[in-house]
């Protein structure tokens, strides 16, 4: 019912920045969460950032809190992860997700959307 498309993914430098994009669609969308995950090589999936409906609650992972920043604008049903001072631990797949409980520093349950997720590499 829901789909979500990422965009912004690619090849940085350490230290760089980028900027992700994801657009929600479909006939229905009242997620009041969105956020982000992420999943490296060898590595579970985890959480990265999550943002409520009107914007005044927002959470990060402890790995990325102060360097990423988390936005929406609801008005275009996007979310978007600026993301600075990136490493290579940084580097994974990132996948944008709707409809999931958080707390100050991680998920508490299942997205219910995913994205396709977009890939991220940062160079040494």
């Known amino acids: 019912q829901v789909r979500l498309v990422e965009s912004g993914g690619g090849l940085v430098q350490n230290g760089g920045s980028l900027t992700l994009s994801c657009a929600a669609s479909?006939?229905?969308?009242?997620?009041?969460?969105m956020g982000w995950f992420r999943q490296a090589p060898g590595k579970e999936r985890e959480f990265v950032s999550g943002?409520?409906?009107?914007?005044?609650?927002?959470a990060y992972a402890d790995s990325v809190k102060g360097r990423f920043i988390i936005s929406r604008d609801n008005a275009k049903n996007a979310v978007y992860l600026n993301m600075r001072s990136l490493k290579p631990d940084d580097t994974a797949v990132y996948y944008c997700?709707?409809?999931?409980?958080?707390?100050?520093?991680?998920?508490?349950?299942?997205?219910?959307?995913w994205g396709q997720g977009t890939q991220v590499t940062v160079s040494s």
């Open positions: 479909g006939r229905t969308f009242s997620s009041s969460t």
């Open positions: 943002i409520s409906w009107s914007s005044t609650t927002t």
């Open positions: 997700a709707a409809e999931f409980p958080f707390t100050l520093t991680r998920a508490m349950g299942e997205p219910r959307h």
